[in-house]
């Protein structure tokens, strides 16, 4: 167990990312966790370190919470979860600067081989001998 928080990005909706209803845009969330998921991976210096893969997003989901309007800002949390295979997850969680939760996304991505255009084995160990800093890309001790 530990007492790391998550990476945070702080984000402000725009007014052209509304829909007719007057909030965000069901799509943008997943463009939020996006962003969010970038800036880990920047700021961990896995862009940097990784030579001849690219992480992969295979699958999200996102469970709407509360609705984000102009001019809200937010706080998208990351965290990369490790198992065993060929995938990991990647988690957010929009969060209003008031704590209240917006939305929470989950997604599975792979690191692919961009010359052999397959998933690769083992992405923590590829992230690890890239010098990415796994204590900021996740929370878990493993």
Do not use: W
């Not at 010359?115 to 878990?140: C, I, N």
């Amino acid at each position: 167990m530990t007492d790391r928080e998550p990476f945070r990005t702080r984000i402000k909706v725009r007014h052209y990312e509304l829909d007719t209803l007057g909030h965000l845009n069901h799509a943008v969330y997943h463009s939020y966790g996006e962003v969010s998921r970038l800036e880990l991976l920047e700021a961990s210096g896995a862009l940097k370190g990784l030579q001849g893969v690219a992480a992969v997003l295979l699958e999200t989901h996102v469970v709407f919470r509360r609705e984000l309007r102009a001019g809200d800002e937010v706080e998208v949390t990351c965290e990369a979860k490790f198992g065993t295979g060929k995938t990991f997850k990647m988690d957010s969680n929009i969060i209003k600067l008031d704590g209240t939760l917006a939305a929470e996304i989950t997604c599975t991505l792979g690191l692919m081989d961009l010359e052999a255009r397959r998933l690769v084995a083992d992405p923590r160990g590829r992230f690890e001998a890239a010098g990415a800093d796994l204590k900021l890309m996740s929370t878990s001790d493993d």
